[in-house]
């Protein structure tokens, strides 16, 4: 049951990533990109990670992704000549398909030497199947409470940044 | 440790000062917050290694020097940078705030002994430079050098954090300790090159941060479009950061690996050295020699990574401060020179800007002719020394070819940096007498004071760390 479900939805995140790959629409893409990360999350919940598989949903589902959509709605170019259809297309001449062949089988023979001959190791005893956030929290605030506070402080650098560079104070433009 | 905590404080209240109608009381405010955190950051001193919260920083004598340097370079560029009251756009509250927290990102750097330590540092430091990058927001160039840049370091950010994670797989740890005790047991025979592949994605992600080839394409843009007050920032604080970093990283972790990863450093450090001294002949404008003239120091200071060892630790530490206080003082001069003539509303940075600059203004030409000698590595200026401590690391190792291609480099670089001397000397300018602020005046001059004691007397610090 558990290896037909990991394999459903390994296949799912696989299709749909290969799916944004060659789709030319911008919006079939996101939708596929929704389908990835559920596939993703799926597999963190299957592998014990039930605090990872939320707050993967809760981020790149509801977060990201909101914000693409709005992104691609927001830049839209209205095409008056040619129909609907050729809304939200993505133009990108490939040239050099050789040399980029080879690089992509490269990298990709590459990370699967690594990760066939990876021996993985376990970092303390394998975890009993509850749920992890307890853990999580109790080691936030504990042996990591530094980065988690300092964390705190690039936040609000992203906050300062995101408002100055946004901020109109000449009234005259 | 202290300084991290008191610079996170200090921000926040540099940002509650700017509600103040009057932006008069900032500077001397951030100023005397930096000395405050520079007296905290001594106060360790000689106490030997401490680890705080959990081993997640590491306090040493080699911690408190970087730390020191860092500090010394934000306290002049916090000097001369007057305020930003010259400009009515400018927001000082917001660039001092910013300003100190990405400096707890550079402490945090120099100090991290846990991998999450290092990567939130580095993102600290870098989105803080992203906006101040971007921070002329009228300005088409400084608008696309800060999306250059962000574009770029999200990038590099991502192949820094695959390599963290490969090296988690591999070693089961994010600590400095574990991994050093993972990667010198290593059997020969059955490596783990997901270790490997870890440490190359940790290091490509790292080499973009100090701009070493071929991972500077962003450089010479970036550095060009900034406001050259936050240039100079980048080019001293970033890069000495970003090679302690380095140098914990590797002195660290990796020494059992060393075998792997030397070659790659130092094929790296010869590229980069190739194509900043190289790139840095055919500029026209000052502010890009600099540019590629940064490229072409990261490279020097690989040499002394390659090296590894203890000489070659007190070298990098005694570089970047040389190589700070000259790029203060070039960044110095140039701003004000900059400003004299405009070309379509924006300073003039192109050579010609320096011409006949010795008549009117000779503290100006001296402060500047010292800065090119001791980055172009002259004897009796700080620089020479640096070279020759990094040179001599790299000797101890046997690592000789290495040496003779950096020696050979750096007489291409006195052809570039000559030339603004000769511009400021025997070339016939229409430069009035600028005025220069006192304070200002008196950072220029301390700055060209220390290089020319860390040229005359390089060992007062040995044996001190």
């Not at chain 2, 860092?70 to 705030?97: H, V």
């Not at chain 2, 920032?233 to 990283?249: D, E, H, N």
């Not at chain 2, 005694?318 to 110095?332: M, R």
């Amino acid at each position: 049951m558990e290896v037909a479900a990991f394999y459903g939805f390994s296949a799912l995140a696989i299709l749909a990533a290969l799916f944004i790959l060659f789709s030319k629409n911008l919006i079939y893409g996101a939708f596929a990109l929704l389908l990835a990360f559920l596939g993703i999350a799926a597999l963190f919940v299957l592998a014990g990670a039930d605090f990872l598989g939320v707050a993967q949903i809760m981020i790149y589902v509801g977060g990201i992704l909101v914000l693409l959509m709005f992104g691609i709605m927001l830049t839209q170019r209205a095409i008056q000549q040619e129909g609907p259809s050729r809304h939200n297309r993505v133009e990108v001449p490939i040239t050099r398909k050789v040399w980029g062949f080879v690089i992509g089988i490269g990298i990709v023979g590459v990370l699967a030497k690594i990760i066939f001959s990876a021996n993985f190791r376990m970092s303390g005893d394998a975890v009993s199947r509850k749920s992890t956030i307890k853990t999580i929290g109790v080691e936030l605030m504990t042996s990591h409470l530094l980065p988690f506070e300092i964390a705190a402080i690039l936040l609000l650098v992203a906050l300062i940044g995101a408002a100055y560079l946004a901020l109109n104070r000449n009234p005259a433009q | 440790m202290y300084p991290i905590v008191l610079l996170s404080f200090f921000g926040i209240v540099t940002l509650f000062l700017g509600f103040s109608k009057s932006k008069n009381i900032l500077l001397p405010a951030t100023l005397l917050f930096l000395i405050i955190a520079l007296a905290g950051n001594f106060l360790e001193w000689n106490k030997g290694p401490l680890l705080y919260f959990y081993d997640m920083l590491r306090v040493d004598n080699v911690t408190l020097a970087f730390n020191g340097i860092i500090l010394l370079s934000a306290f002049m560029i916090f000097a001369i940078s007057g305020g930003f009251q010259d400009n009515p756009d400018s927001e000082p509250a917001e660039y001092f705030g910013l300003m100190l927290f990405s400096l707890v990102g550079a402490l945090m750097m120099v100090g991290f002994q846990h991998l999450i330590m290092l990567f939130i540092g580095v993102e600290i430091l870098s989105v803080a430079m992203y906006v101040l990058t971007g921070s002329n927001k009228r300005n088409l160039r400084s608008n696309e050098a800060a999306l250059k840049y962000f574009l770029m370091g999200a990038f590099a950010t991502g192949f820094m954090l695959f390599g963290i994670t490969l090296l988690y797989g591999a070693t089961g740890s994010f600590k400095l300790e574990q991994i050093q005790g993972f990667a010198s047991n290593m059997q020969v025979g059955s490596e783990s090159y997901i270790l490997y592949a870890g440490l190359l994605l940790l290091l490509i992600g790292m080499l973009f941060k100090v701009s070493a080839a071929p991972f500077h394409f962003w450089t010479p843009d970036v550095y060009e479009g900034a406001p050259t007050i936050f240039t100079t920032f980048m080019s001293t604080v970033v890069k000495t950061a970003g090679f302690a970093a380095l140098f914990r990283l590797l002195s660290g972790s990796f020494t059992g690996v060393y075998g792997f990863w030397w070659i790659v450093i130092a094929a790296i450090a010869v590229l980069t050295l190739l194509v900043g001294n190289i790139g840095a002949t055919s500029q026209n404008s000052f502010k890009r020699m600099l540019a590629y003239s940064g490229i072409s120091h990261a490279g020097y200071l690989l040499i002394a990574l390659t090296a590894l060892s203890k000489p070659s630790q007190n070298a990098i530490i005694f570089y970047s401060l040389a190589y700070s206080l000259s790029t203060i003082c070039a960044f110095g001069v140039l701003m004000l020179v900059s400003k004299e003539k405009t070309i379509g509303g924006q300073p003039n940075e192109y050579y010609d800007a320096f011409n006949g600059l010795a008549k009117q203004n000779p503290l100006l030409a001296f402060v500047l002719t010292v800065s090119m000698l001791s980055l172009a590595g002259i004897p009796l200026t700080a620089g020479f020394w640096g070279k020759f401590f990094i040179f001599t690391s790299a000797a101890e190792r046997g690592i000789i070819w290495i040496t003779v291609i950096a020696v050979l480099m750096s007489t291409v670089g006195i052809y570039y940096y000559f030339r603004v001397i000769i511009s400021s000397y025997l070339k016939e300018g229409d430069l009035v007498k600028i005025r220069v602020a006192p304070f200002y005046k008196v950072i220029l001059v301390l700055a060209t004071f220390l290089t020319i004691l860390f040229g005359l007397a390089p060992g007062i610090f040995e044996g001190l760390i």
